[in-house]
């Protein structure tokens, strides 16, 4: 009886420990099963931090491209809006240096004989023979050897003149150069017939630009009424043609009788 007793106790023991061990063995799995769970929830949760950060260095790349692409090309226009700078620059040099090849003759001045405007006698005067003719103010057309109002002789600053040309500004002649032809003369001014006009003479003012073949030789100063300009321009080598331009001074064309005494040629 007692050992009955006793192997039924070893029979329970034996019951308890394999109940015991299978316990274990669930927990265990399950702990595995949890931590495997874990691990995969983890890499499943940084997976996506990755790609994210992958996207973000992505749209930081091309934001950056975006912003090099655009100061590109800002920077190539820029470059592009200076070229017609620079260009403008380069063309006003060139007017620059145009203006300052040609000679100022300044007023009561001449080459030849400072007192006395007279002095300048070419041996071949202008005459009718021009290629052009014209005037700033219509009823003061061009005209050779009188002037303009009253076909009088040219009157310069009290200076008579029998031979010369006259127009109103602003008003050219041209004519064809010579040949053997070695200097331009004459003397520039307003006719004195203007202070005859007691209300607006005192207003005429003119300048005198000489062209030969196009190009700017010399230019007077401002001329007003009393003023003169002697011109002594050298003829240059192989000149076919030169104009005579009587400007307006820049200040209108009110009463500007435009005169060149003694116009013409030094061919000796």
Not at 133 to 160: F, Q, R
Request: proline share 3%; glycine share 6%; aromatic share 6%.
């Amino acid at each position: 009886m007692k050992r009955k007793k006793l192997f039924a106790v070893l029979i329970m023991l034996v019951f308890i420990l394999t109940a015991c061990s299978k316990k274990d063995d669930t927990e265990t799995t399950n702990t595995s099963k949890e931590d495997v769970d874990s691990e995969t929830t983890e890499d499943v949760t940084e997976e996506p931090d990755d790609t994210t950060e992958a996207a973000d260095t992505t749209d930081n790349e091309e934001a950056a491209d975006t912003e090099d692409a655009a100061e590109e090309t800002t920077e190539a226009a820029d470059e592009t809006a200076d070229t017609p700078e620079e260009t403008t620059d380069t063309a006003s040099e060139a007017a620059s240096d145009a203006a300052s090849n040609a000679t100022i003759v300044p007023a009561n001045t001449s080459a030849i004989q400072d007192t006395d405007a007279s002095a300048i006698v070419p041996d071949t005067f202008l005459g009718t023979d021009y290629t052009e003719a014209t005037t700033g103010w219509e009823p003061d057309a061009p005209k050779v050897d009188t002037n303009l109002k009253d076909s009088a002789e040219i009157k310069i600053a009290g200076y008579i003149f029998d031979h010369g040309i006259t127009t109103n500004s602003v008003g050219q002649f041209v004519y064809a150069v010579p040949e053997g032809a070695k200097k331009f003369v004459g003397i520039a001014g307003v006719d004195d017939v203007v202070l005859e006009n007691t209300n607006d003479g005192g207003k005429a003012s003119i300048d005198v630009t000489i062209l030969f073949d196009g190009t700017e030789t010399v230019k007077t100063d401002k001329l007003t009424p009393g003023q003169w300009a002697a011109l002594n321009v050298d003829v240059p080598a192989g000149a076919k043609q030169i104009t005579v331009i009587f400007g307006d001074a820049g200040d209108g064309i009110t009463c500007d009788n435009a005169a060149m005494g003694n116009a013409g040629w030094i061919t000796k």
